[in-house]
C-alpha cells in the first residue's frame, strides 16, 4: 500500500504593523523639537544669569548640544515633509 503524503500547513502571510505612518512620526519629532527647544532656551538663560564658571560652562555646553539635536530633528522634520509629498 502507498504511503499518503503528509500535508505542509500553508502559513498565513501575517500583515505588517511596522508600516510608516508619516503623520504619528511628525507629530513626534514636532513634539522632540519643542522639548529640546525649550531646554536649550532653560539652559542658555541659565548660562546668561550664573556667575559661577563651572556651571556656566555647563549650561553653554548643554545649550549647544540641545541646539544641535534641535536642528537634527529640523532636518528629520524635513526628510518626513517630503516623504510626505512623495508618497502621495
Not at 500535508?7 to 512620526?25: D, E, G, L
Not at 556651571?55 to 518626513?80: E, H, K, P, R
Amino acid at each position: 500500500m502507498a504511503k499518503k503524503r503528509a500535508r505542509k500547513k500553508a502559513r498565513k502571510k501575517i500583515a505588517s504593523k511596522n508600516k510608516f505612518n508619516v503623520k504619528n512620526k511628525i507629530s513626534i519629532v514636532v513634539y522632540n523639537i519643542l522639548l529640546f527647544l525649550a531646554l536649550g532656551l532653560v539652559s542658555f538663560v541659565l548660562y546668561q544669569i550664573v556667575q559661577d564658571s563651572f556651571l556656566n560652562d555647563l549650561f553653554f555646553v548643554m545649550a549647544m548640544a540641545f541646539g544641535f539635536i534641535v536642528v537634527s530633528f529640523l532636518i528629520l522634520l524635513l526628510i518626513l515633509f517630503i516623504i510626505k509629498v512623495v508618497k502621495k
